[in-house]
């Protein structure tokens, strides 16, 4: 029998393997196969057919001796067994992580994936993400995506971590004749005027997507206290359902948010204990830190999200990275947000006039007026209109005296599209002054809001 399984050794051509690979549900975005071993079939195979050989030896190649029988080799089919997939369930993992630290979080996320999960790097505080992965000991990944429009101090701490923690950053940049066709089009800061998203979508997105398809997994810096309507829900861990992983498909990657339950200030205590470089542009009062056109810093007491695309709605404040973890309530209308928010009405002051739409459009119309109007075209849900009320309300009740009407108008849901029509809303507030003799209403055109401002602009034009 010895020589049999010396033939089957010298002639794997005899065993027939039968290799059968499970399929990931599309529709189970809950879970997903992690292999339970890095062996894989094919560097084990001649192990197997050794230990198939032995078995075969001293059991199934054993046929009773006759007399006169012949000894002759022959083919034996043999199935090798399959490597066992675990299947996790990242919802039931997310609950169990939910207080432990993030260290011990990106620990889990790096032994589980190994080569095959890479740290998102923007430059930020998400700084802490790298740190972390240095204290498990653990061989790490980190990319970042160059739009091409970052700050310099941006650059300079990217050098600085590659050199602190002696890794190559995994760089990747947007197509080059999508950005070309996007400037000559519309220019350099065409966002300004219609919106973020396109400029984005081509700089950030689309780089996204191709980094993502070369992993199983990836890890951000996302925090539930970073921008409350529309990440206050972010898991620890998840199957990421906007982007596509290495096998490609719904469901094939896995997104870790080891940050999730951490506010900044706990962030901000560990990277200076730790002594980790952060971005300069952090001294000198930004927080959250994006491209250059498209970032400014913020005062005391605003959210960090308020230095970001600062022109445009509270809500919009997304770049369409994490769109996955943006909360969209039924109808996806800007009354569903209010509500979500749990913000009631503004301006409700009794000097404050509420202008109805026949009342605003009636007052657009008019070629002379007995008083001046000063109006604001506002939605309860904006936190830049939040912070106009004090202020506002002091206008109306100092202009009383100077003969001058003061409203508001509830612009957003389905007066918005009229209002950018025919009333110049580009984000909101945007405050209107209607003077006495023209019928043209005069736009306040500066973001500085406070009292003397805007008395100073009523005062000069009514």
């Known amino acids: 029998m010895a020589a049999v399984s010396q ?15 499970p399929g990931l549900s599309a529709a189970r975005l809950n879970s997903i196969s992690v292999p339970a071993t890095k062996i894989s079939a094919k560097k084990s195979s001649n192990k197997q057919h050794r230990i198939f050989a032995q ?28 490597l066992v997939e675990e299947r996790v369930d990242y919802n039931e993992m997310a609950e169990k992580l939910i207080h432990r630290s993030p260290l011990e979080i990106m620990d889990k ?14 430059g930020a505080e998400d700084v802490a993400l790298i740190e972390y992965a240095r204290l498990t000991g653990r061989p790490f990944r980190v990319f970042s995506l160059d739009t091409g429009r970052l700050n310099p101090e941006t650059y300079q701490l990217f050098a600085e971590v ?49 980094a993502l398809r070369g992993l199983r997994a990836w890890i951000t810096g996302q925090r539930r206290d970073q921008s409350p309507g529309t990440r206050a829900t972010v898991p620890i861990a998840q199957v990421d359902p906007s982007f596509e992983g290495l096998e490609g498909g719904v469901g094939s990657l896995v997104k870790w ?15 200076r204990t730790m002594e980790v470089p952060v971005n300069a542009l952090h001294h000198k009062g930004y927080v959250s830190i994006g491209c250059e056109p498209c970032t400014r810093p913020v005062l005391p007491g ?58 605003i459009e009636r007052l657009a119309s008019l070629k002379e007026r007995k008083e001046a109007w000063l109006v604001v075209l506002y939605a309860p849900w904006c936190q830049f209109c939040q912070a106009l009320e004090s202020s506002y309300d002091e206008v109306a009740y100092k202009l009383k005296s100077y003969g001058v009407k003061v409203a508001k108008f509830r612009a957003d849901g389905e007066h918005k599209s009229f209002c950018q029509e025919r009333l110049q809303l580009g984000t909101f507030p945007t405050i209107l002054l209607f003077p006495k003799h023209s019928s043209k209403a005069i736009k306040h055109p500066s973001e500085k809001r406070d009292v003397d401002s805007l008395l100073a602009f009523v005062k000069t034009l009514q």
């Open 302 to 359: 605003q959210h960090e999200r308020e230095g970001r695309w600062w022109w445009e709605d509270s809500k919009a404040k997304e770049c369409g990275l994490h769109k996955g973890n943006i909360e969209v309530t039924e109808g996806n209308n800007n009354n569903s947000v209010h509500a979500a928010n749990g913000a009631g009405d503004l301006f409700t002051n009794e000097n404050v006039l509420r202008l109805t739409r026949e009342g």
């Open 55 to 82: 078995q075969l030896d001293s059991h199934s190649l054993q046929p009773e001796s006759r007399p006169g029988d012949s000894c002759a080799c022959f083919a034996a089919t043999i199935t090798v067994p399959e």
């Open 109 to 122: 996320a790096l032994s589980m994936f190994g080569n095959d999960i890479a740290i998102a790097f923007s």
């Open 7 to 21: 033939a089957l050794l010298q002639h794997p051509v005899a065993f027939n393997t039968q290799k059968q690979t």
């Open 257 to 271: 948010n080891p940050l999730a339950n951490v506010t900044g200030d706990v962030v901000w205590k560990f990277l």
């Open 162 to 210: 590659e050199k602190r923690y002696n890794i190559h950053i995994e760089y990747t940049f947007p197509e080059a004749v999508e950005v070309q066709a996007l400037v000559r089009s519309k220019g350099l800061f065409s966002f300004y005027e219609d919106g973020h998203q396109e400029c984005c979508s081509i700089r950030k997105v689309k780089p996204l997507k191709r």
